[in-house]
């Protein structure tokens, strides 16, 4: 498991103190962090590329977006001075050379392995882009999150459409594991919603939310109908119905704002959330109760976990 930490607020005058950047853990219980990448960068995204047996990793960070093609050994940051604040980092899932970043002002593309990268913000009417993804099912299909609302490109983000949802500042876009036509999205004063029709339409889903801001919204890969959500003092919820109603599973919690949460794809009853300065939390029981796994007092922005 990765997780991609922004800031920590924890410092002692003469000692070891923890490092911002990509840190990763094993999720079979492990509960010690190494570090990986750069030292004391802001990253806010981490992927590892599909079908590169964990050797192709990135982290999308504030100075650009960072490389490695050796598993972690060795890294190389591979968009130039005018591509910095890489907020979110997609790869397509069928071709080895194509990644997407998601920036605030665009998203670019490179398809020949990063050596070069071109902005494809065509259609977008805003700039502000929290999430890019690349869709595993639909080849060519790549969804953004933007102040404006959310947008779908189905050429590769040659050029974007604005989707159904009429609301703006999206903060997230999740994709159903087996349906593509099912899409979820997180909102910053609107609450949640899904599609059931690929974007076209959307309804709110607000059965037992208290809450309006939403930065994290995740599908349990192997239970689909089982879904979490968290952001701005939310806590964590829980949907075991499609997205139909929701509760609240914070037992354990210290704090309750959440940016990121991630289902192990082999054990489902294993979930992780990303707090706002208070690490990662782990729940051995499907969200019935937390655990804080640290890194301490760290601000963490993205949690990817490998299958």
Not at 49 to 55: D, E, I, L, M, V
Not at 93 to 111: A, E, K, Q, S, W
Not at 240 to 256: C, E, H, I, P, Y
């Amino acid at each position: 498991m990765y997780a991609a930490v922004v800031a920590t607020k924890l410092f002692v005058v003469g000692a070891a103190n923890p490092q911002t950047g990509l840190h990763y853990q094993h999720p079979s219980g492990d509960t010690v962090w190494q570090h990986t990448g750069p030292n004391n960068i802001r990253a806010f995204g981490c992927a590892v590329h599909p079908g590169s047996q964990q050797r192709v990793l990135y982290i999308a960070a504030g100075n650009g977006l960072h490389k490695s093609s050796d598993g972690g050994a060795t890294w190389k940051v591979t968009t130039g001075w005018n591509i910095t604040e890489v907020l979110s980092v997609s790869p397509d899932p069928r071709d080895p050379l194509r990644v997407y970043i998601g920036t605030p002002y665009g998203v670019f593309r490179t398809t020949d392995g990063c050596a070069t990268w071109k902005e494809c913000s065509q259609g977008l009417g805003a700039r502000f882009v929290s999430l890019v993804l690349a869709s595993p099912l639909n080849d060519r299909e790549v969804y953004c999150a933007t102040e404006d609302g959310a947008y779908i490109s189905k050429d590769g983000a040659d050029t974007w459409t604005r989707m159904g949802l009429s609301v703006g500042g999206v903060r997230t876009i999740a994709q159903h594991p087996r349906n593509p036509q099912i899409l979820a999205a997180g909102t910053e004063d609107h609450g949640i919603y899904m599609s059931t029709n690929g974007g076209r339409w959307w309804t709110r889903r607000e059965a037992g939310v208290d809450h309006l801001t939403f930065y994290a919204v995740t599908f349990d890969p192997n239970a689909p109908d089982v879904m979490y959500a968290g952001g701005y003092v939310t806590g964590i919820y829980k949907s075991t119905d499609a997205g139909q109603s929701w509760k609240r599973m914070n037992k354990g919690l210290n704090v309750l704002t959440f940016h990121t949460l991630a289902v192990d794809p082999r054990n489902s009853q294993r979930v992780y959330a990303g707090a706002y300065w208070g690490g990662v939390y782990r729940s051995e029981n499907g969200g019935g109760e937390w655990t804080p796994l640290g890194p301490p007092d760290s601000q963490v922005w993205t949690l990817f976990i490998h299958p």
